[in-house]
């Protein structure tokens, strides 16, 4: 849709007016940029060393969220339960808070949580239904040597 403002002059007055080319009022494209596409083009633009510091921040809590989300040793559950409640946490008075690391990068602190929230449903769904696939497998049977 193009509009185009045009002074109209009428009686020693300016007005403004619009002007609708041919075509419906409202066009919606779909404005698709893929994750290919934008990494590059938001890469290529350099970041202040306090951003660098906060995307790696970021990058190092969701890596130990990811990674250790179903760890069962001491050291790999404190590393997820640290990443978890940084994550969660809602106080945005520290300059490194999950919050002020998202909106500093552009990225929605909430939308980003439930994302994390549903892959790590997923991740444990996935766990739970392999454990109980390898149960109900029938037990290979042992035979002795006759001897």
């Not at 970041?47 to 809590?61: D, F, I, K, Y």
């Amino acid at each position: 849709m193009k509009t185009r403002h045009r002074k109209q002059k009428q009686e020693g007055k300016v007005q403004l007016g619009l002007r609708f080319d041919d075509g419906p009022l409202v066009r919606f494209e779909a404005d698709i940029l893929a994750a290919e596409d934008f990494a590059p083009l938001y890469r290529s633009r350099p970041l202040s060393p306090e951003r660098e510091l906060m995307v790696a921040v970021l990058e190092g809590a969701l890596a130990d969220y990811q990674r250790c989300c179903s760890a069962r040793d001491k050291k790999g559950m404190k590393q997820f339960a640290s990443a978890k409640a940084w994550i969660l946490e809602s106080d945005s008075e520290w300059i490194f808070s999950f919050i002020n690391c998202c909106e500093a990068l552009g990225i929605e602190p909430g939308y980003l949580r439930r994302g994390l929230v549903r892959w790590q449903r997923t991740k444990l769904r996935r766990i739970e239904a392999a454990s109980v696939a390898r149960r109900q497998q029938a037990p290979k049977r042992l035979f002795r040597a006759a001897a």
